[in-house]
């Protein structure tokens, strides 16, 4: 009937509404704010949500949207990473070899909820860890998470910072936000981080910030990791802290 297809036009009108927003967000949209933004009920919202989370277009994570496995590929930015990586190799190799062969990581945001691996140099001893390329990790736990969420520090300040972090944990207590925060702000101002079995269990890691521009948001990290029973990250701090600023520098 004429007035179906009249519907159809619309509800797919919407939908890329709601996927352009979703793509485009610094951070990731609540429903709610979906339906604000295209001016459509959150019944139709989480409707038209349905419908783009069985194609793989979109997914959610916590109360909030992103960018499902159809788009994440795209979002990588492959001309950046490939300047990127060659800027980092170099740098890896070294940061490899002064950790006495411990595995080394170059991780890229995707977009506020996900970064992903995009170089990787494998550990050169028994029981080391290799992450797998181009698989999309959440930013909540360990050190190269910290290191993307300082993120939003940047760009939210301090009033924004809380506001941030409920959207992209699920259901976070007052105490697990305090303790948030300060690891932010701890990362922040040392520049690296360090993490013991947060991601990966048995794994100990230190991450720093890759920057470049005028903003001190991180577009990349370095993370040096191996096994907790083996590897201790502190006497390795300079040196990782020495490679980011070096891939800084290099793919300026």
Not at 11 to 30: F, G, H
Not at 112 to 120: G, L, Y
Not at 180 to 187: F, L, N, R, S
Request: proline content about 7%.
């Amino acid at each position: 009937m004429p007035g179906q297809g009249k519907e159809t036009v619309q509800s797919v009108e919407k939908a890329i509404a709601i996927l352009r927003i979703v793509l485009t967000a610094e951070d990731p949209p609540t429903p709610t704010q979906l339906a604000a933004r295209v001016g459509i009920s959150r019944a139709s919202v989480y409707r038209l949500l349905e419908a783009l989370e069985r194609t793989g277009a979109l997914q959610r994570s916590g109360r909030r949207t992103i960018a499902g496995p159809l788009f994440r590929d795209l979002q990588v930015r492959p001309p950046l990473n490939s300047r990127l990586i060659t800027a980092a190799i170099g740098p890896m190799r070294r940061l490899r070899g002064a950790a006495n062969g411990e595995s080394v990581g170059l991780y890229v945001p995707v977009n506020s909820a996900e970064f992903t691996c995009v170089e990787s140099l494998a550990a050169l001893h028994p029981l080391g860890y290799s992450e797998t390329l181009h698989q999309p990790i959440p930013i909540r736990a360990g050190a190269t998470s910290m290191v993307f969420l300082t993120a939003l520090r940047h760009r939210h300040g301090y009033e924004g910072l809380d506001r941030a972090l409920r959207g992209l944990l699920n259901n976070p207590t007052a105490a697990t936000l305090s303790a948030m925060t300060g690891a932010i702000e701890k990362t922040i101002r040392d520049r690296y981080c360090i993490s013991r079995g947060q991601r990966i269990p048995g794994s100990t890691a230190v991450s720093a910030a890759v920057t470049w521009g005028e903003t001190h948001e991180p577009q990349a990290a370095i993370t040096l990791s191996g096994p907790t029973s083996r590897f201790s990250p502190h006497p390795h701090i300079g040196a990782v802290l020495e490679a980011a600023q070096a891939i800084s520098q290099a793919a300026r």
